[in-house]
């Protein structure tokens, strides 16, 4: 395949975007099937310069999920939404992808393996948590399956998994090898299939089935066959006990046909990580958890194979695709890890306080550190229930207090009026923190806010006067088509007069609770009050209970 590829990568490069433009595609011919790859995404949101162990050690990024009809077709045209259909290749298609991607699209091998493994680390990131699933097994295969679950080990040890090896039957190639020496040089145990303990569920939370990709055809051979049905017994296990290893296939389950299943005897994944776009096959998994790699598909492979996909969220090398991820609500915790937060440690002044920790969040990378929840209530609760929270960003704060703008003619602004009392809370999840600002509150000077009102972009601030904030609007477009006639009136730059209904409030605290997340529940508690002590005001520090 390589030879007539780079012979003939010109003209088969004219060749292929001329069918891609053809509506009724002619097939490139697949004499050699190599592979069917896709890429992932970018990893977690960018690790802070604070000590790792007091980040939670995976930052999950947001998932979408993509429902898809066990009996949809290929779809068309543009990404699919919520509840639309996805593609699913055949094998021929799968093959004719690989092709062209390592023709005339350029891409090595190397590269799409690399892609392929990172997808297939992050997909198991985003589900098993490696304080829970440490253990990882990795059993490869000889082909490019196999090499796909060399580079996912790899990025596993890195995301801070322990991941083994079994890789019986090893190819001798340069980019194996090199696969071999990279793991062998971070301390990754190769286990022999002799040495595998008989129930893989004891030693092993995670197996990372690699054996065998879409181009498998026929009855597995030795050692191949006793693996599967280790995996097999997994399933079984799996029935009778509370927990057991998660399996994990690349692409597809080994033994599975790609266009069919692994029938009654085969391996029942508990995620399956398709690349490039599932195959036909992937219609019969009904595991949990079904994600997409493989973020390198351009828009004229998109486009000749009619590929309805999901898009990647941010820079995610992966995105789940399937039903949603069943959870159990009362199930869902967080054991929090986080340095002491001692007593004598802290600033005595709160504002400083804050200031040192609002630092640590900006350091941290964690998104719209300053949103933070604002929680009014109206004096006899009326005409709105007693109390009433809603996000809000803050836009200064000082020894004078913390300030946010919005609608004075909002629900939050007649609370306001009737009951000048309010609470903020800050919580920064990346940090397992949290602060509560409770205080009196006023509107800031005209002028400060009409200086904020102007630093805005001025979509924002044709936004603030067509939104009569809290109010009910008749339809969506009556907002747009406000919006329009505006933007057209200050079309010529001229200055945008802030709205005499919007301006900042600014909350002067009286209570201040910082709060930080430990193991157990043993959470730490510090409340900050106002004392007087020989006629001075001082702030008291008292550990609350948590
Ligand atoms: C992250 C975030 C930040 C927000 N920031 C503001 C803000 O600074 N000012 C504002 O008026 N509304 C903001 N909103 C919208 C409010 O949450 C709320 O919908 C709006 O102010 C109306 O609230 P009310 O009807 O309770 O007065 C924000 C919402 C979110 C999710």
Redesign the pocket.
Known sequence: MWPLARRSRKMTRLLFLNQSLSSNPKPISHSHTYYNYSVSRSFHNSISNLSLAFLHPIRSPAIRAFCSKPSSAVGVGSPPSMTEEISYLTQREAAEIDEILMGPLGFSVDQLMELAGLSVATSIAEVYKPSEYNRVLAICGPGNNGGDGLVAARHLHHFGYKPSVCYPKRTAKPLYTGLVTQLESLSVPFISVEDLPLDLSKDFDIIVDAMFGFSFHGSPRPPFDNLIQKLVCINNYNQTHQKSSAIVSIDIPSGWHVEGDGGAEGIKPDMLVSLTAPKLCAKKFFGPHHFLGGRFVPPSIADKYKLRLPPYPGTSMCVRIGRPAQVDISALRENYISPEFLKEQVEADPFDQFRKWFDDVVAAGLR?PN?MALSTASKNGKPFFYS?S????LKGFDKNGFV????YE????HELSENPHASLLFHWDGLNRQVRVEGSVQKVSDEESDKYFHSRPRGSQIGAIVSK??TVVPRRHVLYDQYKELEEKFSDGSIIPKPKNWGGYRLKPELFEFWQGQKSRLHDRLQYSPKEINGQQVWKIERLAP
């Open positions: 719209e949103a009433s809603r996000m809000v960003l946010w703008y919005t609608n909002s629900r939050k602004a904030q809290s």
